[in-house]
């Protein structure tokens, strides 16, 4: 989630793999990642083209990235789980 954007979780890993797929790239041709926008990948989930057309897509899609970064189980990470290991 990213304000009142819902989106689901394999989802969003997708993107990140998008997103991270993108760092491998010759770094003096490098876009800041701050103002990258997968908007041009044929892979990326449809989910997502909506968000395209906003003018705050990158900072959106960077927070994203960000979010499915955590090493948290998916149960744990949900607030009604009652423990995990």
Known sequence: QDGDLKF???SVKKLKELMDGN???NP???VPMASYSPCQEKHLPEEFRPVCKREDA???FRRLSLAAEDDLCEICANAACAGCF
Do not use: T
């Open 28 to 30: 003096r041709m490098m």
């Open 58 to 60: 990158p900072m959106i």
């Open 23 to 25: 760092r491998h790239i």
């Open 8 to 10: 689901p979780l394999e």
